[in-house]
Every structure is written in C-alpha cells, then in structure tokens.
T-cell receptor, first 116, second 113 residues
Framework: GAGVSQSPSNKVTEKGKDVELRCDPI?????LYWYRQSLGQGLEFLIY????????KSGLPSDRFSAERTGGSVSTLTIQRTQQEDSAVYLC??????????????FGPGTRLTVL | TQLLEQSPQFLSIQEGENLTVYCNSSSVFSSLQWYRQEPGEGPVLLVT?????EVKKLKRLTFQFGDARKDSSLHITAAQPGDTGLYLC?????????????FGKGTHLIIQP
C-alpha cells in the first residue's frame, strides 16, 4: 500500500520568501507529526495533529512556522519569511493513533529545504 | 525536557565484526524505539521495547531496554555492509501524552566490506 508521501522532495528558496511543504499521510492514520532534521543531527519535533487539531505545537521554532491539516488527511507546513537557519530536511510521519507506548510512526522521505 | 544521548556518534568497522550502540537518558520513557535511516529516506522503525529489562532480537540485531527504562542498547552481530545507516533511538513520553517522539542525534554506522 501507499506510504507517507511528501512534496516537493527538494525546495530551494531565497531568504525572506514563504514556502509551503505538503504531507500526505497513510490513509486511515489519525495522527500526523512534523519533524525537522538538520545535517548530521537527530529529529527535532515540530508539531503533532490528532485529526485536524493540533494539541501540541510546542516544537514550532518561531511564529514564522505554522501548520494545518484538513479533512483528517493532508497537512501543510508553512514557513514565512524564510531564514538560512531554516535549511533542513522536513520529515512528516503518521500513525494509526497518536501517543501511547507503541506509537509506531511511519515516515515520509522528507522535503529538503535550502534557503539561500 | 527529555533528552536522549546516543553513543558513539560515528562508527566505522569491518564486515563481520560485532558492535554495540547506546542510548541513554536521565528521564524515564514509557517505551523506546529504534529506527534506521538511509540517505534520502525517512527513518524506518526496527523495534519497540516497552518493559524494563526487555530483550528483543531481530535476526542479527539485539535490542535491550534498561531495567529503569532510561536507557537502551542495540547490538549487531557479524555486521554486514547492508547494516550501514543512521541508527536513531526515540523515546515515547512517560506521561502518556500524545507528543512527538524524543529522538537522539543518532549513530552513523558504516560497515566496510
């Protein structure tokens, strides 16, 4: 079956521009997560959705970052007025249900964002 | 803030050797997961350990959860070039909340033929 997909796979933008990253989770997965991975680093949690609501936005680095999810499916992560430090791979994951000790997350391939 | 420290950060060994990767924290986790990530791809779940002292085996990989559920180890026997990748440990919140996982920075493993 289809896994988690993300688009675009690569995005190069100029400092100050806005970017929108898209995530299509596995069908039927109610929980959706966004992470950021800088070069050579582990994953930094950004935001979590349960259905269309985001009970945990604690990881968003600044108010330039926002995310939404519609129809309990597709999610978009928007970064406004991009800065060079925003350059990273943005990973999306989904799971059948959020939280809990099992919380098996299935990851997409990521979007590599480069801010010039 | 819950933190997971992984060691070593980098490891390059010859095919056929054994190795152990460690994941340590001062915090208690309700469960701990190990993922493997290859370049250009997202992490893929290898195993979830839940019970303190639990040992799980996946072919040549042996995973152990510490008795106090604060640490874990991954042991690979007779490493193969196909084992090359970034190994990440991730802890699920002990508070039972629906947070994202807390990830370590990973161990970059290279198995040379």
């Amino acid at each position: 079956g289809a896994g988690v997909s993300q688009s675009p796979s690569n995005k190069v933008t100029e400092k100050g521009k806005d970017v929108e990253l898209r995530c299509d989770p596995i069908s039927g997965h109610t929980a959706l997560y966004w992470y950021r991975q800088s070069l050579g680093q582990g994953l930094e949690f950004l935001i979590y959705f349960q259905g269309n609501s985001a009970p945990d936005k604690s990881g968003l680095p600044s108010d330039r970052f926002s995310a939404e999810r519609t129809g309990g499916s597709v999610s978009t992560l928007t970064i406004q007025r991009t800065q060079q430090e925003d350059s990273a791979v943005y990973l999306c994951a989904s799971s059948v249900v959020g939280g809990g000790i099992w919380n098996e997350q299935f990851f997409g391939p990521g979007t590599r964002l480069t801010v010039l | 803030t819950q933190l997971l420290e992984q060691s070593p950060q980098f490891l390059s060994i010859q095919e056929g050797e054994n190795l152990t990767v460690y994941c340590n924290s001062s915090s208690v986790f309700s469960s701990l997961q190990w993922y493997r990530q290859e370049p250009g791809e997202g992490p893929v779940l290898l195993v979830t350990v839940v019970t303190g002292g639990e040992v799980k085996k996946l072919k040549r990989l042996t995973f152990q959860f510490g008795d106090a559920r604060k640490d874990s180890s991954l042991h690979i026997t007779a490493a193969q070039p196909g084992d090359t990748g970034l190994y990440l440990c991730a802890g699920a919140s002990s508070g039972g909340g629906a947070d994202g996982l807390t990830f370590g920075k990973g161990t970059h493993l290279i198995i040379q033929p």
